[in-house]
């Protein structure tokens, strides 16, 4: 998921708030395992904090240009976790694959160094983009 748009205004609406959701690609066969950003496959970190960094390639970390995002309005924002603030709309961005077999699960995550806040372009629902996440466990 990336940000249709950002909105800073959604800092103010949720100050306080550094738990989320975090929609999670698994591997259908053994749902332990995970694709976090755009690196490989390993087995889901719960009960420690990671940062947005571990999860990218090395090419990616090399080129400065690749170190953010557009949101479909074309506006630029930082890589990191994207986060969804409310459970339920994490639950609407399910992916399903060509089986019809439902591949993502929903971590719950707390989150710090936010970059940027905005709504999802898949259900235009309120993220927030952070660095760093402590994964609590699978919803």
Known sequence: MCLKYQDSRLEDKYKGIDEGYKIVVVVPSNREYYRFLYLGVGKI??????????????????????????D??????????????????????WYIDYTGETITIIIKVKFKNPVAWGYGNISNAPCVVAKDIFVKGVV
């Open 45 to 70: 970190p719960i009960g420690r904090w990671i940062n947005e960094r571990e999860y990218r390639p090395l090419h990616i970390n090399t080129q400065v240009k690749m170190q953010h995002i557009n």
């Open 72 to 93: 479909k309005e074309g506006k630029t924002y930082p890589t990191g976790f994207h986060i969804y603030l409310n459970e339920e709309d994490a639950e609407k961005s």
